[in-house]
């Protein structure tokens, strides 16, 4: 790989300073503070909006962590170029210049003149028992420059795998004969968990049609090479428009949790003790029983072993006519046996940049962001905040989270 770096990352966005401990919360003390970075700018239209920034971290040759970083352009609502990647040997702060993962472009459709099928919604994620690197996305349609609408096949998880000498594998399907998944089944944009014995525990979104689909808890057996479904639990159910999307699940002191994005103003939340039975899930709201007003936007798991935390949007007087409330993005710790959000323990990880109530287009949107433990001192939250009705304009951000002790979950090699 011949290696360019892209970007010192020097700029720090003009809104943003750092946060101390004392403005956190007295309930979230393992937050030291929060500082924040742009490793790529593209807010004067004159150069390339990254979007979907995923990254996560491996032992690197020289004997240093690496970090690998999944990502593509956006032009277009849903409208996305071939899945990239991209890597940085000094924690985040500078990083090669963007190379296509050739088994996650675009291919075209048998039978289905001018259609491709491309890659999107990609988690990376380093496997340790097989020293490879998984990247599961899923399948989306396009006709010409724009996502495909009007003829959207069925659609399920592909993958590709990075070998310990750089290469990336094939195009992959990770395969379930299941009706219930006739029309969709997907682990997109879904935080995933490695366990001991090299089986990866992760959640679908999957139903027969578009509206109405359900989410379950999943064990996946994995050998370096191929990714495949060993046992399915029992679905969560939800009847509001297309039902539960774009599940994340965590580990956290021997449970299993598991974060729910839906369209009905709520996002939702379950726990499990083998990652496959989540019983009955609930509706995110603070410690005081106050519901957390979330529109259709993703949330992730950030992990302590000290404590467990959540980053997601929410309604704000700030954000008030902001798309689905995609700016800014907050973080708070969660009480895990009430399932609940501690509500003096909130802040903002990136903030709103712009006027969400009376120039809203002009707000970038921030709801597909991604979090990593990139050491013991620090975890990020990526994101590629973009302007939909401004061209597409936008910027690629880092946020660190600087603990105020070791994170013991950052993998050993960091």
Known sequence: MQRREFLSATATLAACGTLSAAQSGSGNRLIQSISRQTLRENRDGKSETWFHPRACMLPGDDGRPLALMTLQWIRGSDYF????????RDLGQTWTDPEPIEALGRVPVENHEGLQAGVCDVVPQYHPPT?????LGHVVFYRGPRFSSG???ARYPVYSVRST???????RILHWDDPRGARIYTN??????????????????????????MVAGVRCSFDGRQLAVKQVGPALEHAAGRGLLEPSVTQYHDR???TIRAEDGQGYVAASDDGLDYGTKRAWAWDDGRPVPMSTTQQHW?????????????????????IRWRSPLWVARVETERLCLLRDTEQVVLPL????????????LMGNFHVTNASADQSWVTVGDWLPRRNARGNLLLARIHWSRPNPLAAHWT
Do not use: E, K
């Not at 950030?302 to 902001?322: E, I, K, W």
């Open 81 to 88: 170029g071939p899945v990239q990647w991209s890597t940085s």
């Open 131 to 135: 020293r490879t690197v998984l990247a």
């Open 151 to 153: 003829d959207q096949l």
């Open 165 to 171: 000498d750089g290469s990336w594998s094939p195009r």
């Open 188 to 213: 997109n944009c879904g935080q995933r968990v490695v366990l001991p014995d090299g089986d990866i525990i992760m959640s679908f979104t999957f139903g027969p049609r578009d509206t109405a689909r």
């Open 256 to 258: 299993f949790y598991l």
């Open 302 to 322: 950030l992990t302590h072993g000290d404590g467990l935390f959540l980053v997601y949007t929410r309604q704000d007087p700030s954000n008030t006519n902001v």
């Open 353 to 364: 940049v712009g006027d969400g109530v009376n120039a809203p287009d002009d707000v970038p």
